[in-house]
Nanobody, 125 residues
Framework: VQLQASGGGLVQAGGSLRLSCTAS????????VAWFRQAPGKEREFVAA?????????LYADSVKGRFTISRGNAANTVYLQMNSLKPEDTAVYSC??????????????????WGQGTLVTVSS
């Protein structure tokens, strides 16, 4: 499974960005999909996850709840992360991942099997 994250860039605080995670094939239908981020000098942390074909079950980190939305993309092999009301502390490299972990393990990096190359998001104050 090959994944690629895109859509990062430089944005002012309060602005919005939409990240895309694209799979090399129609992969997502049998997987759960997650977004993680890693800020400079910090460990990778969970951002959001959902079951691609699993209805409304979604999980968000407390730090992004109400501001970020994970969703299916318009194409069958794409997942979005819509980021609104961005803050300087959201600055990080954002990566997508797929796997089949149980809900209770979604926030753990080691639960996810396949990772894409990240995209850098920089939020200026």
């Amino acid at each position: 499974v090959q994944l690629q994250a895109s859509g990062g860039g430089l944005v002012q605080a309060g602005g919005s960005l939409r990240l895309s995670c694209t799979a090399s094939e129609r992969t997502f239908s049998s997987y759960k999909v997650a977004w993680f981020r890693q800020a400079p000098g910090k460990e990778r942390e969970f951002v959001a996850a959902f079951v691609y074909n699993g209805g409304s079950t979604k999980l968000y980190a407390d730090s992004v709840k109400g501001r970020f939305t994970i969703s299916r993309g318009n194409a069958a092999n794409t997942v979005y992360l819509q980021m609104n009301s961005l803050k300087p502390e959201d600055t990080a490299v954002y990566s997508c991942a797929v796997g089949r972990p149980p809900f209770g393990l979604w926030t753990r990096t080691e639960s996810w099997n396949y990772w894409g190359q990240g995209t850098l998001v920089t939020v200026s104050s």
